[in-house]
């Protein structure tokens, strides 16, 4: 079975630091994806990532950051967190674009800016 | 660039009942998932159908596809308190990022 797990399940900070959220996939898919999801709002796509180093925005990039310097992690940075920032963060992967898509996703981690 | 939008936003039954929820969009698409969240947890996959099929079963599940309508339906039958979930079409375009819908909220009572 594929095996998506993100770091934290719950994380609390204060506003202006700096928040990484991490990413472990264990089925050498290729791509992986950072959503965030809030009530009413559905998942909003955040960035995704095509390949090792490789990045793309999502619908909603501002404010943060990822990186992706093994093909099995995929991190999302928030480089000074803001209370707007609270939210329910989804990671995903998907094996080649050349897929049906199928996405697989981690248990999230609900993240809480003071 | 949301494009499915689930409706009902939410829906009660009693075990035993089926439960029908409807996603519409509005581009041509590839194919369209169902995803399952439960409560707080992440999303996992249900089934998927092809733009070029008009129906599909899995288990309980019956997924339709009507793209002249561009809309697509998820029956559940024999429904469980287990079923209690947030279900969410997704579409899948020319690329890889899947685009989700808000959800349609389950609730499933013995």
């Known amino acids: 079975d594929v095996k998506v797990t993100q770091s934290s399940r719950y994380l609390v900070k204060r506003t202006g630091e700096k928040v990484f959220l991490e990413c472990v996939q264990d089925m050498d898919h290729e791509n992986m994806f950072w959503y965030r999801q809030d009530p009413g709002l559905g998942l909003r796509l955040i960035y995704f990532s095509y390949d090792v180093k490789m990045k793309e925005k999502g619908d909603i990039p501002e404010g943060y950051s990822v990186s992706r310097e093994k093909k099995e992690r995929f991190s999302l940075i928030l480089e000074s967190a803001s209370t707007n920032q609270t939210s329910m963060y989804l990671c995903?992967?998907?094996?080649?674009?050349?897929?049906?898509?199928?996405?697989?996703f981690g248990a999230g981690t609900r993240l809480s800016v003071l | 660039s949301q494009q499915g939008e689930e409706d009902p936003q939410a829906l009660s039954i009693q075990e035993g009942e089926n439960a029908t929820m409807n996603c519409s969009y509005k581009?041509?698409?590839?194919?369209l998932q169902w995803y399952r969240q439960n409560s707080g947890r992440g999303l996992v996959h249900l089934i998927l159908?092809?733009?070029?099929?008009r129906e599909k079963h899995s288990g309980r599940l019956r997924v339709t596809l009507d793209t002249s309508k561009k809309s697509s339906s998820l029956l559940i039958t024999a429904s469980r308190a287990a079923d209690t979930a947030s279900y969410f079409c997704?579409?899948?375009?020319?690329?890889?990022?899947?685009?989700f819908g808000k959800g349609t909220t389950l609730s499933v009572s013995s």
């Open positions: 159908i092809r733009s070029n099929e």
């Open positions: 995903a992967s998907t094996p080649s674009q050349h897929t049906k898509n199928i996405q697989y």
């Open positions: 997704a579409t899948d375009q020319a690329g890889t990022a899947l685009i």
């Open positions: 581009t041509s698409i590839n194919n």
